[in-house]
């Protein structure tokens, strides 16, 4: 049986209905939901970040953790990441936070919730969204080999504590909310050093840079 058809999820589906019912916004759209999946294949994986939960404000969760649409102003702990890029690899600031061109390299931006009431942060943890993506995490873990895991505070590395060290790259620090990001996200050096693991395994490493924003193709 595949999780999506385990009981848990039939709950969760069967909550976000009634939520939906009772006249509240969801986010992100019901389309979205799953599009870090969808925009990061299983086999063709090699960076997971892991992040906690939707953007709750208006406009801002697609579907990838951390990212938002073309458009859409870039959030503190994005800029935050910018700011470690740019520290660890010189590139220059994005004018955007979309951050599909990672994605479809294979960056899997997975939140561990996967679903937000508007304007209400954290406020589906705990519905069995956690339970699928510890899932999404296991089956990365024991059936992939050589990947890199980005943990970044002390949520995620919780999430990620039985990833297996040997097999994979995991690597640690702060979360880059901005609560939090001068004390070691900033100066971690995560992003060259998961490049370095990948070229190492004779992987093609990840082009951090973003192209501008009127550069980007249709989404």
């Given at each position: 049986?595949?999780e999506?058809?385990?009981?848990y999820?039939q709950?969760l589906?069967?909550?976000?209905v009634?939520e939906?019912?009772?006249g ?11 599009a870090?999946l969808?925009?990061?294949?299983f ?7 892991l992040?906690q939960?939707?953007?709750h404000?208006p406009?801002q969760?697609?579907?990838l953790?951390f990212?938002?649409l ?8 994005l ?10 690899l ?7 936070g979309w951050?599909?061109p990672?994605?479809k390299?294979?960056v ?10 508007r ?8 519905k069995?969204?956690?339970?699928f993506?510890d899932a ?5 873990n024991?059936e992939?080999?050589g990947?890199v895991?980005l ?8 999430k990620?504590?039985a990833?297996?060290?040997r ?6 620090a702060?979360?880059?909310s901005?609560?939090?990001?001068y004390r070691g996200f900033?100066g ?7 490049n370095a693991y990948l070229?190492?395994r004779?992987?093609?490493p990840?082009?951090w840079s973003l192209?501008p ?5 249709q989404i």
């Open positions: 049986m595949s999506f058809e385990a009981p999820m709950a589906r069967e909550f976000l009634a939906k019912h009772a509240k916004t969801i986010f992100p759209a019901s389309a979205n939901i799953f870090a969808d925009a990061t294949p086999d063709q994986v090699k960076v997971v970040v992040g939960d939707p953007y404000r406009g969760a697609h579907g953790s990212s938002v073309p458009g859409v102003a870039i959030p503190p702990s800029d935050n990441i910018y700011a470690e890029i740019r520290r660890d010189g590139l220059a600031r994005p004018d955007h951050l599909m990672w994605a390299q294979g899997l931006l997975l939140n561990a919730v996967l679903t937000v009431e304007g209400l942060a954290c406020s589906h943890q705990g069995g969204w956690e339970r993506t999404v995490v296991a089956r990365l024991e992939r080999e990947l895991f943990l970044w505070g002390s949520y995620a590395q919780a990620g504590k990833i297996d060290g097999r994979h790259k995991v690597l640690k702060p979360h880059p901005p609560l939090s990001a900033i971690s050096g995560h992003f060259s050093a998961a070229a190492a004779a992987v093609t990840i082009d192209p924003r009127a550069a980007l193709t």
